[in-house]
């Protein structure tokens, strides 16, 4: 009876020992999977933050479209307003704004297609590719209606360019490449360095996609040319945000260029 109650004893101190022991390395394991976890969130956060700084300076109206919002502070709100959504990643929010923008009336056509554009763009970003495809439908049925050809020429540029993004967005390699091509051959008449310089880079990224790295080295070179261009055009204390984004894009330009050079 002694013998079966220290077993028995035993047994139970054991079974607690056992059970402590599974709690303590529960608490361990939820720890470090909480850890983990938390590490995880924080790498995908960075690496979303990025990713939206990247798309903001590449999905930007240019400037020459910016000018043409006017002076209404209503119509300049919005819009800026709609960018703070966006870079927030609030997609859905920031659809919500650019089509208040487009209930202003009177609103340049111009500035109608580049609503569409953003607008697409978001749909893109959500997912919804359909509803992207039916504003950038929009976008189309009005360039035609454009009366001045430089408008027109602006504005067939951008429509071109934010297609070939989402079409490189969703690997189309080769059909982007095309359209980033012709934005190339008729960028120089919109005077936009900064828009070219965005093009050049992504233009690379599509190349190295594509297995032409010379080519794609070509290109990080002349879009750094192009950014360090650009930033005579531009100062702090004038155009702070485009002065950001040129040092911006020209950061991710030699970064790229430092990748080619650690690997060889």
């Not at 995908?44 to 903001?56: A, G, Y």
């Not at 709609?82 to 500035?111: C, M, Q, S, V, W």
């Not at 095309?178 to 965005?198: G, M, S, T, V, Y």
């Not at 030699?254 to 060889?264: M, R």
Request: glycine letters at 6%; a neutral charge; hydrophobic letters at 40%.
């Amino acid at each position: 009876i002694v013998v079966l109650g220290f077993l028995i004893l035993g047994l139970s101190f054991w079974i607690a020992t056992y059970e402590e022991n599974e709690k303590a390395k529960s608490v361990k394991t939820i720890q470090g999977l909480e850890l983990e976890n938390f590490e995880l969130e924080l790498e995908n956060f960075k690496i979303s933050q990025e990713m939206q700084k990247n798309r903001l300076m590449i999905c930007d109206l240019p400037e020459s479209f910016i000018k043409k919002l006017g002076n209404n502070p209503y119509v300049i709100q919005l819009y800026n307003t709609g960018k703070n959504e966006e870079r927030k990643g609030n997609f859905k929010g920031a659809i919500k704004t650019y089509e208040k923008l487009l209930e202003f009336k009177p609103l340049p056509d111009i500035i109608r297609i580049s609503m569409y554009i953003l607008i697409g763009n978001c749909y893109s970003d959500l997912g919804n590719t359909i509803k992207a495809q039916q504003y950038f439908d929009e976008a189309v049925g009005l360039l035609p209606k454009l009366g001045n050809a430089q408008d027109a020429l602006d504005a067939s540029i951008m429509f071109v360019f934010n297609l070939g993004y989402n079409l490189m967005k969703i690997g189309l390699w080769e059909e982007s490449q095309e359209f980033f091509e012709f934005c190339l051959e008729k960028i120089d008449k919109l005077n936009d360095k900064l828009l070219k310089a965005n093009i050049l880079l992504k233009s690379s990224e599509l190349l190295l996609n594509l297995n032409k790295k010379n080519k794609a080295i070509d290109k990080i070179l002349l879009a750094i040319q192009v950014y360090q261009e650009a930033l005579k055009a531009y100062t702090l204390e004038t155009l702070t945000e485009k002065y950001a984004r040129i040092h911006s894009g020209l950061c991710s330009a030699y970064l790229e260029i430092s990748k080619f050079q650690n690997a060889n």
